[in-house]
Nanobody, 123 residues
Framework: QVQVVESGGGLVQPGGSLSLSCAVS?????????????MGWYRQAPGKQRELVAA??????PNYAESMKGRFTISRDNPNTAYLRMNSLKPEDTAVYYC?????????????WGQGTQVTVSS
């Protein structure tokens, strides 16, 4: 009833840029049974725990992990779509990037995750 789909990953050279997109859809979204609250980007590198990259409120207020500030920008141009612009990429940014949407079902909030998109920073 709610699907989260990321796109835009790929291979980029160190110092390059990449933009990711996240779209929330599904019957519950189309019928307005649910509303999308915060959206966020997380990443998980091999052998490491998943970590927050950035999150954004419905009003557009961003929140960044300290190490991402200045290089990454999260944005949202409608309630169901979020973007992540990544600049000055480093090899250590290589990871699977996941989008998470906080979905409000009446009085209950549930997290909905995408399948992830691979970002590889390598020369």
């Amino acid at each position: 009833q709610v699907q989260v789909v990321e796109s835009g990953g790929g291979l980029v050279q160190p110092g390059g840029s990449l933009s990711l997109s996240c779209a929330v859809s599904g019957s519950a979204v189309a019928s307005r049974k649910v509303s999308i609250i915060d959206m966020g980007w997380y990443r998980q590198a091999p052998g490491k725990q998943r970590e927050l990259v950035a999150a954004i409120t419905p009003g557009g207020s961003p929140n960044y992990a300290e190490s991402m500030k200045g290089r990454f920008t999260i944005s949202r141009d409608n309630p169901n779509t979020a973007y992540l612009r990544m600049n000055s990429l480093k090899p250590e940014d290589t990871a699977v990037y996941y989008c998470k949407a906080v979905v409000r079902w009446g009085k209950i909030d549930r997290d909905a995750w995408g399948q992830g998109t691979q970002v590889t920073v390598s020369s």
